[in-house]
């Protein structure tokens, strides 16, 4: 049996940045219908998309946690084992 995709989206930090991305989330809910999709935000837009259906975990990113913070972050998603991340916080080029 083939295992199901893990997705996990790494949003912008602002409340009105992660309204605009949201057609992000609808096209990878079309593509993958049954699948949840995990998120990495920052503190400051805890509210948003926390109802959103699709949504599964919520991973926050607190930056007054620091390197320390941020590696044990990396670690805990990395042992998720994500097929597919896309990042909306790092430029394209």
């Known amino acids: 049996m083939q295992e199901q995709p893990r997705l996990l989206v790494i ?13 992000v989330f609808e096209a990878l809910t079309a ?3 049954d699948r949840r999709i995990d998120i ?13 259906p699709y949504v599964g975990e919520i991973f926050l990113r607190h930056k007054r ?3 320390t913070g941020l590696l044990a972050l990396i670690k805990t998603l ?15 080029l």
Do not use: K, Q
């Open 11 to 23: 949003t912008l930090s602002n409340i009105g940045d992660v309204v605009l991305t949201t057609p």
């Open 40 to 52: 990495v935000r920052d503190a400051r837009s805890i509210d948003a998309l926390a109802s959103a």
């Open 65 to 67: 946690a620091g390197w």
């Open 78 to 92: 990395r042992r998720r084992r994500y097929h597919l991340v896309v990042d909306l916080r790092s430029p394209v």
């Open 31 to 33: 593509h993958f219908p």
